[in-house]
């Protein structure tokens, strides 16, 4: 079935440096990828996203690159700061659903 | 704050119970979609409205409804609540319809407890 995975359920940075956060997919048809950042207590906050035509797409002190060879997507958080501390999903779209990740806790070390 | 209201923001029920979780969208949007978070199974999407009609359907269970109303709110209707029920239930509103995908907005949560 399909399937959206995350290589480590948690992310240990010191603030400051950057962040990588990985993400495998299943679905090669799935054609919209997007990053989410959940702090606790609150719901999911859309990040970044990329659709399947492009390789790499840059945001602010974000950057998400799509491997579609490999079917792997990742987040690149650039210069970590203690707000960055959150849940991070990411999610693959098709159809007309998105399949999220089951999620990586990134925590800055000061 | 993403402009997605929801609520209650808490709710403690008893198994067997039904209760009504209540959504809001952004001004504008026309979709609403539902999802269940619980700490074994992720976020997992529930269902999809647009402008009043369902439009896409995930993992939700039967005992599970919802529906879309003429002022776009949305409710999700659960019954005959078991303890497996227990999770936080998001609601988010993107302006797309169907069939492609644009930014999903969303609210804070219901946190549902079965006791």
Known sequence: GESVGLHLPTLSVQEGDNSIINCAYSNSASDYFIWYKQES????????????????????????????????????????????????????????KLVFGQGTRLTINP | DSGVTQTPKHLITATGQRVTLRCSPRSGDLSVYWYQ????????????????????????????????????????????????DSALYFCASSIASGGAFYEQYFGPGTRLTVT
């Open chain 1, 41 to 96: 207590g609150k719901g999911p906050q859309f990040i970044i996203d990329i659709r399947s035509n492009m390789d790499k797409r840059q945001g602010q002190r974000v950057t998400v690159l799509l491997n579609k060879t490999v079917k792997h997507l990742s987040l690149q958080i650039a210069a970590t700061q203690p707000g960055d501390s959150a849940v991070y999903f990411c999610a693959e779209g098709g159809a007309q």
């Open chain 2, 37 to 84: 978070q619980s700490l074994d199974q992720g976020l997992q999407f529930l269902i999809q409205y647009y402008n009043g009609e369902e439009r896409a359907k995930g993992n939700i269970l039967e005992r599970f409804s919802a529906q879309q109303f003429p002022d776009l709110h949305s409710e999700l209707n659960l019954s005959s609540l078991e303890l497996g």
